[in-house]
């Protein structure tokens, strides 16, 4: 399977592509780790890649890409949690506090 495939199974947004944030780097490890199934629980392998950019402690440019990913994610929920750690990381400027800020969908 290649990346697009696995992104499009994964319910990604396409804007991970667009922005060249999902690295092949990140495909591999989650395809070595994908099972048949899997897709039914997408979002915690996109929470994965979140984190696994997250980790890296990103400067702010890709931070605020991130931020933009988490919302145009298909679950909320789970990107609001994430956005959550944005909000906490050591590069989160004014600017990706107030796009951020201007998201109305609830974190419960």
């Given at each position: 399977?290649?990346?697009?495939?696995?992104?499009?199974?994964?319910?990604?947004?396409?804007?991970?592509?667009?922005?060249?944030?999902?690295?092949?780097?990140?495909?591999?490890?989650q395809?070595?780790?994908?099972?048949?199934?899997?897709?039914?629980g997408s979002?915690?392998?996109?929470s994965?890649?979140?984190?696994?950019?997250?980790?890296?402690?990103?400067?702010?440019?890709?931070?605020?890409?991130?931020?933009?990913?988490?919302?145009?994610?298909?679950?909320?929920?789970?990107?609001g949690?994430v956005?959550?750690?944005i909000?906490?990381s050591?590069?989160?400027?004014?600017?990706?506090?107030?796009s951020?800020?201007?998201d109305?969908?609830?974190?419960?």
């Amino acid at each position: 399977m290649n990346k697009t495939e696995f992104l499009k199974l994964l319910k990604y947004p396409a804007e991970w592509q667009k922005y060249a944030m999902y690295p092949d780097e990140l495909f591999n490890e989650q395809l070595i780790g994908y099972e048949p199934g899997h897709e039914d629980g997408s979002e915690h392998d996109r929470s994965g890649a979140f984190h696994w950019w997250l980790k890296r402690n990103p400067t702010t440019e890709p931070l605020m890409v991130l931020a933009e990913l988490t919302l145009v994610d298909p679950d909320q929920m789970m990107a609001g949690d994430v956005r959550t750690y944005i909000l906490r990381s050591k590069n989160c400027n004014l600017e990706i506090k107030s796009s951020l800020a201007m998201d109305k969908t609830p974190n419960e």
